[in-house]
Nanobody, 122 residues
């Protein structure tokens, strides 16, 4: 079993940048496809990005070209670099781990962190 802890959230002005980190313990993240999701108040949790065990990436259309997901297996950490932030990016951001499927749906993921709040002011 893997435990995930997100950090790096905060308050930023529109156009600014943040880098989120997801530190794993218990098992090596090299065993998992790692995803980032976000949930705004009153909305369902939605896909942001995924990085496969092999390093391949996929992004939601709404963040493509602005966000970059990466992984450092030696540090057992996944990152989400967020640039050109917009107010509509405001949400709680969660990282998740999945061993079998490269998925964009939350129900496919087995392990979740507690989330980190990102607030973008206009």
């Amino acid at each position: 079993q893997v435990q995930l802890v997100e950090s790096g959230g905060g308050l930023v002005q529109a156009g600014g940048s943040l880098r989120l980190s997801c530190a794993a313990s218990g098992r090596a993240i090299s065993n998992y496809h790692m995803g980032w999701f976000r949930q705004a108040p009153g909305e369902e949790r939605g896909f942001v990005a995924v990085i496969t065990r092999g390093g391949g990436t996929r992004y939601a259309d709404s963040v493509k070209g602005r966000f970059t997901i990466s992984r450092d297996n030696a540090k057992n950490t996944v990152y989400l670099q967020m640039n050109s932030l917009k107010p509509e990016d405001t949400a709680v951001y969660y990282c998740a781990a999945e061993v079998s499927v490269v998925a964009t749906t939350p129900n496919s993921y087995d392990y979740w962190g507690q989330g980190t709040q990102v607030t973008v002011s206009s």
